[in-house]
């Protein structure tokens, strides 16, 4: 998103530059609406494709349920289109756990949605995986994050 | 804070009769500490020791097991008479133990502090002790005489010259910023250690306080580090991208006890304080963390779900012989072995609440200290009669409170902001 509003800001500043030099062909205007590029792009199609980034886990489970594995597999589908992608699978704790309790249940579920993903064929080089324990908001789920 | 424990204290010595757990308090006297000096040099002496004797009493309020009677200028005694102290005068006071002492000016500039406890009943001496500290070090000197007089009455050590580390936390939600910090005890000499770009957990000091292991976001996943609290430098415990967690530094300083992730598993590994090949010492599925030494070193307490519940299991330091210690229903987690290697305090959920409770190292004699409902991490004082930890209010701000094992209620910490994950250190000396 930030870099999306810097490639925005740099190009006002680049036309704007140009538009006051004269003798200089001008360039047609920019586009109205602010297209999504790069990775942006891709984590909007990402959302849209597979339906949701994010599963949710019963609390204290690591278990994947039946509407976990349907996500994961629409996202193992967009994955496998799209070789070039590199995402992170950040898993949370509860909130009520203890706080290194809550560490290593989120590795945990991010560790289990890695290894459905690699079942369902997605290269474990596309995957990375962290753990955010109970230290941000929205507990008991893992989210896919399209890296680069 | 310290007028309202004063109070409190108050209140449950007057309740004394009804309640049988009602823990006995010795009325301390703290005199004015006296100077052998003379002219200036001894009037400054003289105020010096006027502040330490403030401090001592600050520190002995701050403790269950001793009253400290307000300190009076008019109790002023000659140098002679420190160690001949006037026994009927106190004794009248009501006073069960006294401490006098002295400050002397060195001819370099530095400090002799003396310190001398009495038994006043028996008209007899307990304990004394001498220090030299720098000119403007008297704080220091001021803990080390509360410690002696705290140890020479309970028979525990004191916790005045000691320092704890936790997590400073400014902000919230997303936006929270978090510092590892440090402070003496007392409040004073608070540091930030790390300057808040990212996430910090689980400040764990070293036995001295010259080291602190925590965890940190800066690689972009949890992973331990070492900083030196002077110097300010930082190293990975591992050179490795591996998930880290749960840092603990064996008593003898020599090894750090830790959580590694391996796949979906969190087992707890051993490995140099200076690095290293980490040895494992955990092999169940599941979640093994939290490891926390007996003070010989030859034992690690920890958190397991290897039975279905997080419960808490007891091994040798080597991994071998590990056997479950707690029993009970909900979940139990984040154990802390006492310094005197009695107890083990832990936080467990139950009820839809965390509470703080301590059980024998034995296992038997489990009570609860806490209410919660969200409160965790307990870490022993060097007394091995109180504890620190984190309770979230409703709110989701986290404090950091102490209770003592004799069940009286939590007080809150005084600490600049926010705080969680807190560490108490050892005696530094």
Known sequence: MRKALLLLTML????????????????????????????????????????????????????????????????????????????????????????????????????????????????????????????????????????? | MTTSYFLSIAALAAAAPASAQQPAVTVVAVPPLTTPDSGSKGGQSLGIGWQATQMIVTDLRSTSELMPLPPDRKDFYSYPEVTAPTFSKWRAAGAKTLVTGFVQSRADGRLTFGCYVYDVDKGRELARKGFVVGGGDWRRAAHRCSGLAYTAVTGAPGVFDTRIAYVAESGVGDAKVKRIAIMDSDGFDHRYLTPGGNIVLTPRLSPKAAQVAFVTYASGQPQVRIIDVDSGAQRPLLASDA??????????????????????????YIVGANGGYPQRLTTAPGIDTDPSFSPDGSKIVFESDRSGTSQLYVMNADGTNQRRLTFGSGWYGSPDWSPDGQWIAFTR?????????????????????????????????????????????????????????????????????????PDWSGVMD
Not at chain 1, 124 to 142: F, H
Request: proline fraction near 7%; charge should be neutral; glycine fraction near 10%.
């Open chain 2, 349 to 421: 959920r139950d009820a839809g609440a965390r509470r703080i409770g301590v059980i024998a190292a034995d296992g038997t004699g489990e009570k609860v200290l806490t209410t919660g409902p969200g409160d965790e991490g307990p870490n022993w004082a060097a007394s091995s009669r109180d504890v620190v930890f984190q309770r979230t209010d409703a709110a989701r701000r986290n404090l950091i409170y102490r209770v003592s094992i004799d069940g009286t209620e939590p007080r809150r910490l005084e600490i600049p902001q926010d705080g969680a994950d």
């Open chain 1, 12 to 148: 006002a500043f680049t036309t704007a530059a140009e538009a006051q030099l004269p003798g200089l062909r001008r360039r047609a205007p920019p586009p109205a609406q602010p297209v999504l590029t790069g990775i942006d792009a891709a984590r909007a199609d990402f959302v849209m494709k597979s339906g949701a980034d994010t599963v949710y886990f019963g609390q204290n489970s690591a278990l994947l349920a039946l509407p976990a594995k349907a996500t994961l597999a629409a996202q193992a589908q967009w994955l496998l289109q799209h070789p070039e992608i590199v995402v992170r699978i950040e898993g949370h704790g509860d909130a009520g756990d203890t706080r290194d309790h809550a560490l290593a249940m989120g590795a945990r579920r991010a560790e289990e949605v890695r290894s459905y993903l690699v079942l369902l064929g997605v290269p474990a080089m596309q995957l990375a995986v962290t753990s955010w324990g109970k230290e941000r908001p929205g507990a008991g789920r893992a989210v896919t994050i399209l890296v680069r």
């Open chain 2, 243 to 268: 998930m880290t967690f749960a840092p603990r530094f064996s008593p003898d300083g020599s090894r750090i006890a830790f959580s590694m992730m391996l796949g979906p598993n969190s087992d707890i």
